[in-house]
């Protein structure tokens, strides 16, 4: 198949759905793949059509990472080349994910493992079909977590659930994933995809200067005083109040009807 056939994408309801569409393979992505994913990500932050990202995958499982039977004679590369790899295709797409302004939501149809998981846990929230397990199997093929998972899954879940999963390389199922804080929520299997898209869509309908701000604010908190994050949300929220949405928002209420946002 294409890239475009492996990695589908349409735009419903102001909700942009990224499908990984190669179930045979377990959802396993190819460079080719990659690239696309990461344009595919960058037309989303530009297009004014799109307020919420949603990545997903076809048939029963949610992505198995790279795919390793694409990846014969990686082995054989040298660590220069090896580390270039992964800044160019890996690394590009988890910087894709983290500079989205807007927001980006895994669904999680099935099993997710070792980049898979990885590309899980990049996203902003996580909901998860009551099928979904979770597991990091790199120390298993003497590899490591190549797409970000040792820095996002300790934020997630702490630094000794991390070593554990990454230690052991164990299945984590459903009802451990979501007490652990991996998943935000989880969904009957038959009404999933319907679940996920209605979610999409309540996050869609807020106003997108204040969901982008939200997002912004929460992103750089850890890293900031409480002082400077003040400072940011001062600056923040004069631009929204004085916002043609949040005067939309205003008008709704008083005419006791559903607002019509534009994102100016």
Known sequence: ?????????????SVAVITL??????NAFTDDMVARWVDLLGECEQ?????????TAAGTSFCSG??????????????????DRMTNVAHALVRAVQRQRKPVIAAVNGSAVGGGMDVALMCDIRL?????RFAETYAKMGLLPGVGGAWFLPKLVGQSKAFDMFWTGRWVEIDEAKAL?????????????ASVMDYARSIASAAPLSVKAIKA??????EQSLDTHLDGLAAQLAVVRTSEDHK?????????RKPDFKGR
Do not use: C, W
């Not at 998860?128 to 979904?132: L, V």
């Open 248 to 256: 939309e928002a205003l008008a709704a209420f008083k005419d006791k």
């Open 217 to 222: 604010l929460i992103k750089t908190s850890a």
């Open 128 to 132: 998860a079909s009551d099928k979904a």
């Open 1 to 13: 198949m294409s890239v475009e056939q492996d990695l589908l994408f349409e735009v419903t309801d």
């Open 66 to 83: 790279a795919d390793t039977g694409k990846m014969a004679g990686n082995s054989e590369q040298s660590p220069v080349q090896a580390r």
């Open 47 to 55: 297009r004014d059509d799109v307020r919420v990202i949603v990545m």
């Open 181 to 193: 804080g991996i998943v935000d929520h989880v969904y009957p299997d038959e009404e999933f995809r």
């Open 21 to 26: 569409n190669r179930p045979d393979k377990r």
